[in-house]
């Protein structure tokens, strides 16, 4: 509620209004055909239909624990893998230019191979998303690492710190900034090529939904569904990524200037 | 052992000391050569010296952070191979965790040593206590003006009770009249703790003003100029005091001219 007392932030709810209007306009005078496009109250039936059938929350949960899961392997081997390369030149030399290799690729290419390799479902879609994830997060990771002042290594190994208190108290709090904005990219590029890979690869999900839609020309569940996955990511954001921003770096004032 | 001689109240040993870098620009950098000296346990002992004379680069070699090419540091009798607890070390840049807050930071030291939770949140409170930083336990460093950083930064090193501590221009960043305060603050924790202290300035004031001796380097590649006793108790220190006392002025004016000396 805070957020409706604030001007700025409801300068940013303007936009969805106007397009929603003209959305409304253009469907409702018929200017384009609802066959074409359909209009808002079609839309939201199709949505109320979709939920009073329980379909739609159960795309909603299936496609978020794959995000979930995806998300989980990514930062495992991610801050892993960037952890040990941030630390060890020679790993870095022997691991970037093989990351910066696949980074190239974009996770959904790997869709036909991962269907030949998994068959239809949660495990290729999870590869396909790690793949769209991973780079991000060992990218930033390294990064981050690489930015943590030397004083701070000092400052530790003086107080008598070993290799495990560098890691633990100086190199992961501080590549943490940068490991979240990972995260928060991860989620981004996660999420689209979720939907992108439940499209063709799963035979459950939001990205189903939409498909299975189109194959009995359900413009109205297409829609439902889009607007779901965007209006879901916005959920994801203010409510859960913001948050922990807020609650770690930036109560440490670590936040970078990028 | 050329020209040191050891015994049971030497605390720090440099022994015939030579240490290079290599600059940004990749070239070798003779940064000490042949510095030898001695420091009393309990002492308190200021570095001065002209920039670039390896003033900072003595603190790495005793805090075991860097390695000499030639010659070696004893501590308690010890050769330094590497940074251990027992030399605690503040640095210019203060090095505090921006993650941790004043409380996190002054524990860390003892949190390393698994001290118990009961008897670290003790002894972190005491020197929260003796810094004068009570209300601000939970606030992080960005939170801090640059005089509480410093003092937060003496405390954690302090809270880590190492037998020596290391200064390097500890109260450059801070602006006049807190350094004067924090010189206060430092004197009287010296005396209170007992701390063996080695402190690096480039300033003959605070030099003369803290040391017990004053060790004057001569410029790049930085050697032992001379060493120079204040015979002023620590207890009788004071600005006001000093400030018109003949022998301390002579000895002020005569460590500048060393200095000085060393500036062409």
Not at chain 2, 214 to 240: A, L, N, Q, S
């Amino acid at each position: 509620m805070r957020s409706l007392r604030n001007p700025e932030k409801l300068l940013g709810v303007l936009p969805f209004a106007v397009l929603g209007l003209v959305w409304w306009l253009v469907t409702a005078t018929g200017v384009v055909h609802r066959n074409v496009l359909a209009g808002p109250p079609e839309v939201w039936r199709a949505t109320t239909d979709l939920a009073s059938r329980g379909l739609l929350q159960d795309d909603i949960v299936t496609s978020l624990l794959r995000l979930v899961l995806a998300m989980a392997v990514s930062l495992v081997l991610g801050v892993g893998l960037g952890l040990l390369a941030g630390l060890n030149r020679p790993v870095s030399d022997f691991l970037l230019p093989l990351v910066s290799f696949f980074n190239s690729i974009s996770g959904i290419a790997w869709i036909p191979l991962a269907i030949v390799w998994f068959g239809l479902g949660t495990v290729t879609v999870t590869f396909v998303l790690v793949n769209s994830i991973f780079f991000l997060i060992f990218f930033n990771t390294v990064l981050g690492v690489r930015s943590v002042p030397a004083v701070l290594e000092n400052a530790v190994k003086t107080l008598g710190g070993g290799r495990r208190e560098l890691v633990l108290q100086v190199y992961l709090p501080g590549a943490l900034p940068f490991i979240m904005s990972g995260i928060r990219g991860g989620f981004g590029f996660g999420w689209r090529a979720l939907i992108a890979a439940e499209l063709t690869a799963a035979t459950s999900g939001l990205g189903y939904l939409i498909y299975n839609a189109s194959n009995y020309a359900r413009g109205d569940q297409i829609l439902a569904g889009i607007i779901v996955i965007g209006a879901l990511w916005i959920v994801i954001d203010m409510a859960v990524l913001a948050p922990i921003e807020r609650r770690t770096v930036q109560r440490w004032g670590t936040v970078r200037q990028v | 052992m050329r020209g040191a001689v050891s015994t049971a109240d030497t605390k720090i040993v440099a022994d015939g000391l030579h240490f290079a870098y290599r600059s940004q620009e990749r070239e070798p950098v003779v940064a000490l050569t042949d510095v030898s000296f001695e420091v009393r346990a309990g002492e308190l002992l200021c570095v001065v010296g002209p920039s670039g004379c390896g003033k900072s680069s003595l603190i790495s070699l005793i805090a075991g952070l860097a390695r000499p090419q030639q010659g070696r540091v004893l501590v308690n009798g010890r050769t330094v191979r590497g940074p251990g607890a027992d030399r605690g070390v503040v640095f210019q840049e203060l090095g505090l965790m921006p993650w941790r807050t004043v409380n996190g930071n002054i524990g860390q030291g003892l949190e390393i040593a698994r001290v118990p939770r009961a008897r670290r949140d003790e002894v972190v409170a005491r020197f929260v206590a003796m810094i004068g930083l009570g209300g601000f336990e939970e606030r992080y460093p960005h939170e801090l003006s640059g005089g509480m950083k410093q003092r937060v930064a003496l405390a954690r090193t302090l809270a880590a009770d190492p037998t020596v501590m290391l200064m390097d221009e500890p109260f450059a960043a801070v602006d006049a009249q807190t350094r004067v305060t924090l010189q206060k603050d430092l004197l009287r924790i010296s005396m209170q703790t007992g701390k063996t202290i080695v402190l690096v300035t480039h300033s003959v004031e605070e030099a003369a003003f803290l040391g017990d001796r004053v060790m004057v380097m001569t410029r790049r590649p930085g050697r032992v100029k001379e060493i120079i006793d204040v015979p002023i108790p620590r207890e009788e220190r004071d600005y006001d005091a000093l400030a018109h006392d003949e022998p301390f002025n002579a000895l002020r004016v005569e460590i500048t001219n060393s200095v000085r000396a060393e500036l062409w």
